[in-house]
C-alpha cells in the first residue's frame, strides 16, 4: 500500500450514471491536484504522488447528510479537498454536489476519515 | 457548448467495474492535464480548460484494436494524449490498457476523430 493516495467518494442517491461518475471522479482529481500544487506542503506530497503512480480509491456515500460531514471532517483535518458540483447541463440540477476529493494526502491521515467507507 | 475539450474513452471488453472505470479516467484527466501543462500551446489550452470548468466527456469503445487505432490517430493529430495502463493490483492483468484520455484540446479537432464514438 502506498503512504500518500487520494481518495474519491461518490455520492450514490442522486442516480448517476456510470459515464457521469466518472467524469465527475475525474473533475475531483484534476481539482484536488491543481489545488495541491498551489500549497507549499502539499505541492511536494502532490508531485511524489505522481510519482507513485497517482494511487487512488474510489469509495460511496448513500446521503448528502454523509458526504457533507465528510467533507467538513477533511476539510478540518488539513487535508486538501474537492467538492464537485455538476453545472447541469445534462443528468443533474444544477449545482448538485456528486463527487467528494480528499488528497494527495497521507495515506494514514486519510485512512482516519475515510476507512469506514465502503467500495464503489 | 464548450470550444476546449478533454475525452476520456473507457474500453468495454475488459468488464471493469463502475469503481475501477471511475479511477482510470480520474487516473487519465490527471495524466493528461500534467503533459498538457508541459507543452508551450498545450499550457495555455489547459490553463483555459481549468478556467472553462473542465469540460469532459466520456466516450467508449469495445475492443482493443478500436482503442489503439484512436490512440494512434489522436497522437498522429497533435492532441495531448495518455493512454492508461492498470497497475493491475487488482481486478485486472499488470500492463491492461484501460482508459485513452485526449485533450484538453479544441473540440473541433478532438471532434473529428471522436465523433463517431458513443457515451459511455
Do not use: N
Not at 455520492?11 to 471522479?25: F, H, L, N, V, W
Not at 478540518?76 to 476529493?101: E, F, H, M, W
Request: aromatic fraction near 6%; proline fraction near 2%; glycine fraction near 10%.
Amino acid at each position: 500500500m502506498s503512504i500518500i493516495k487520494m481518495v474519491l467518494v461518490v455520492r450514490m442517491d442522486i442516480g448517476m450514471g456510470q459515464g457521469k461518475i466518472a467524469s465527475q471522479c475525474a473533475h475531483a482529481a484534476v481539482e484536488c491536484f491543481t489545488k495541491a500544487r498551489r500549497g507549499f506542503l502539499s505541492y511536494f506530497t502532490a508531485r511524489a504522488w505522481l510519482m507513485m503512480g497517482q494511487p487512488k480509491i474510489v469509495l460511496k456515500v448513500q446521503t448528502e447528510k454523509e458526504f457533507l460531514r465528510l467533507y467538513e471532517t477533511a476539510q478540518k483535518s488539513g487535508l486538501v479537498t474537492a467538492a464537485i458540483r455538476d453545472a447541469g447541463r445534462t443528468q443533474l440540477k444544477p449545482g448538485t454536489i456528486t463527487v467528494l476529493g480528499i488528497g494527495p494526502g497521507a495515506t494514514e491521515k486519510i485512512d482516519e476519515i475515510t476507512s469506514h467507507l465502503r467500495l464503489l
